[in-house]
T-cell receptor
Framework: DGGITQSPKYLFRKEGQNVTLSCEQN?????MYWYRQDPGQGLRLIYY???????QKGDIAEGYSVSREKKESFPLTVTSAQKNPTAFYLC??????????????FGPGTRLTVL | KNQVEQSPQSLIILEGKNCTLQ??????????LRWYKQDTGRGPVSLTI?????NTKSNGRYTATLDADTKQSSLHITASQLSDSASYIC??????????????FGTGTRLLVSP
């Protein structure tokens, strides 16, 4: 898992509530990412940020929001607008290389369950 | 449509035996191909990464091959150990080989090494 931490490991939420997942990295990486993993499916990109104070939508951004106020932090908020939020959420970071393949390093994940 | 398909879906082998996992992809433009290992309930960990010009890459008992002409890759595990039990995910990067790279994830092969 490298120097990426996610908290909490397990999270339970009632329908209609917003919840924020934490992601912190001490690798001095410029780029950070949020993915969602569902059984039988490949990881899907929710949001990514290549630099502080900037972020872009991924393939499934609806119902999610992010912020990137500090280089080491990239929190993800799952809003009540997300229709099916129960999933395993993975945060990743990378150097943001401008000169070659850019390996993404993943955190340990947060399993969110909506009750 | 960019796709990564892996086979088999699951595999059981005896400890000490070898095995080979397959990955076929239709991703354009191709940038690089990565294999990740994911333990249950944890984040994926990078094993290998290969660019277009590389056709083999090793990491200990793991050897990945790439045939860019047939768009196929394989991951060979030698002398398997119980700790190799995990999901192995093939990931193909689309786009330029620098900067942000769009990753296309396979659904993984779940490997169980039995004593």
């Amino acid at each position: 898992d490298g120097g990426i931490t996610q908290s909490p490991k397990y999270l339970f939420r009632k329908e209609g509530q917003n919840v924020t997942l934490s992601c912190e990295q001490n690798l001095n990486h410029d780029a950070m990412y949020w993915y969602r993993q569902d059984p039988g499916q490949g990881l899907r990109l929710i949001y990514y940020s290549q630099i502080v104070n900037d972020f872009q939508k991924g393939d499934i951004a609806e119902g999610y929001s992010v912020s990137r106020e500090k280089k080491e932090s990239f929190p993800l908020t799952v809003t009540s607008a997300q229709k099916n939020p129960t999933a395993f959420y993975l945060c990743a970071s990378s150097i943001g290389s401008r000169a070659g393949p850019d390996t993404q390093y993943f955190g340990p994940g947060t399993r969110l369950t909506v009750l | 449509k960019n796709q990564v398909e892996q086979s088999p879906q699951s595999l059981i082998i005896l400890e000490g035996k070898n095995c080979t996992l397959q990955c076929n992809y239709t991703v354009s433009p191709f940038s690089n191909l990565r294999w990740y290992k994911q333990d249950t309930g944890r984040g994926p960990v990078s094993l290998t990464i290969m660019t277009f010009s590389e056709n083999t890459k090793s990491n200990g008992r793991y050897t990945a091959t790439l045939d860019a002409d047939t768009k196929q890759s394989s991951l060979h595990i030698t002398a398997s150990q119980l700790s190799d039990s995990a999901s192995y995910i093939c990931v193909v990067s689309a786009g330029p080989n620098t900067g942000f790279q769009k990753l296309v994830f396979g659904t993984g092969t779940r490997l169980l090494v039995s004593p």
